[in-house]
């Protein structure tokens, strides 16, 4: 069965120490893996996907298979970044995403 | 350009009755999907539109159906209705094959009792 996990419902971090919100998959064959954010009184909305491989607001993740892990990384956390991350994944071209419960980050000053 | 918009907001229903949700796509996004989203919890896929055909569908039981419209509007429908059914409703639109860039509406806060 797909699933995706957020072990951290909650992350509390100074500004500008480092980040590392946890996802982990459950998925038989190749995925897609993506990072959704949801800031406060805005609307989900993509954060970045794997295949891109690109660093969007100073955030990056790594699709490790082997551990089945989709970390979201960033080394200098800012106060703008407090806000709800969802990890999702779906089949490659699927449409049928599947959410983790997702966790808040806050960046205290 | 005009984002996603949905209605109502929020509404208030009795355990049994019917509802329809209302979901207006992205200007020239042709493909909708719809999400339930519970208390504390990610957003659960329910289906997908694509030319007014549904075109994928999550584990939700046949009394959720949907329908899209030529303009590409959709519509959620929920028939008998239960408690747990009580969630926020969200709908996504996007371009064809492109369902990561979806653009998410504000939700619809459907309350059950």
């Not at chain 2, 796509?25 to 504390?40: C, D, I, K, M, R």
Request: aromatic share 12%; charged share 20%; hydrophobic share 30%.
């Amino acid at each position: 069965a797909q699933r995706v996990t957020q072990p951290e419902k909650l992350l509390s971090v100074f500004k500008g120490a480092p980040v590392e919100l946890k996802c982990n998959y459950s998925y038989s064959g190749s995925p897609e893996l993506f990072w959704y954010v949801q800031y406060s009184r805005q609307r989900l909305q993509l954060l970045l996907r794997h295949i891109s491989r690109e660093s969007i607001k100073g955030f990056t993740a790594d699709l490790n298979k082997g551990e089945t892990s989709f970390h979201l990384k960033k080394p200098f956390a800012q106060e703008e970044d407090s806000a709800m991350y969802y990890c999702a994944l779906t089949s490659l071209g699927g449409q049928n995403f599947v959410f983790g419960p997702g966790t808040r980050l806050s960046v205290l000053p | 350009e005009t984002g996603v918009t949905q209605s109502p907001t929020h509404l208030i229903k009795t355990r049994g009755q019917q509802v329809t949700l209302r979901c207006s796509s992205q200007s020239g996004h042709n493909t909708v999907s719809w999400y339930q989203q519970a208390l504390g919890q990610g957003p659960q896929f329910i289906f997908q539109y694509y030319r007014e055909e549904e075109n994928g569908r999550g584990n939700f039981p046949p009394r959720f159906s949907g329908l899209q419209f030529p303009n590409y509007s959709s519509e959620l429908n929920v028939n008998a209705l239960e408690l747990d059914d009580s969630a926020l409703y969200l709908c996504a639109s996007s371009l064809e094959g492109r369902s990561y860039e979806q653009y998410f509406g504000p939700g619809t806060r459907l309350t059950v009792t």
